[in-house]
Nanobody, 122 residues
Framework: VQLQASGGGLVQAGDSLRLSCAVS????????VGWFRQAPGKEREFVAA????????LYSDAVKGRFTLSRDNDKNTVYLQMNSLKPEDTAVYHC????????????????WGRGTLVTVSS
């Protein structure tokens, strides 16, 4: 399974971005996909995750109410819509996949893609 995250960039506080995670090698419908982020000097942090069914995504408290996760299984792509961005959202965002249900523990994800940098200026 290969994953490719895209959509990062430099924005101002309050702006929006949509990240995409393209999954290949195995249809996205068979995988749970999670997003994680890592800021310089900090540990990797869970952001959101979605089951293969697309129902009831998981969100961290830091992003709940601002970020929305969705998936298009026909396009083998998972989207992370990020609204009301804050400077503390600045990080490299990675998507990852696992065979079963969505979880927040990054150690339980089997497949990882290269990240995309999100920078939010104040």
């Amino acid at each position: 399974v290969q994953l490719q995250a895209s959509g990062g960039g430099l924005v101002q506080a309050g702006d929006s971005l949509r990240l995409s995670c393209a999954v290949s090698g195995r249809t996205v419908s068979t995988n749970a996909v999670g997003w994680f982020r890592q800021a310089p000097g900090k540990e990797r942090e869970f952001v959101a995750a979605i089951n293969n069914s697309g129902r009831t995504p998981l969100y961290s408290d830091a992003v709940k109410g601002r970020f929305t996760l969705s998936r298009d299984n026909d396009k083998n792509t998972v989207y992370l819509q990020m609204n009301s961005l804050k400077p503390e959202d600045t990080a490299v965002y990675h998507c990852a996949a696992r065979t079963y249900y969505a979880v927040s523990d990054h150690n339980r994800y089997e497949y990882w893609g290269r990240g995309t940098l999100v920078t939010v200026s104040s």
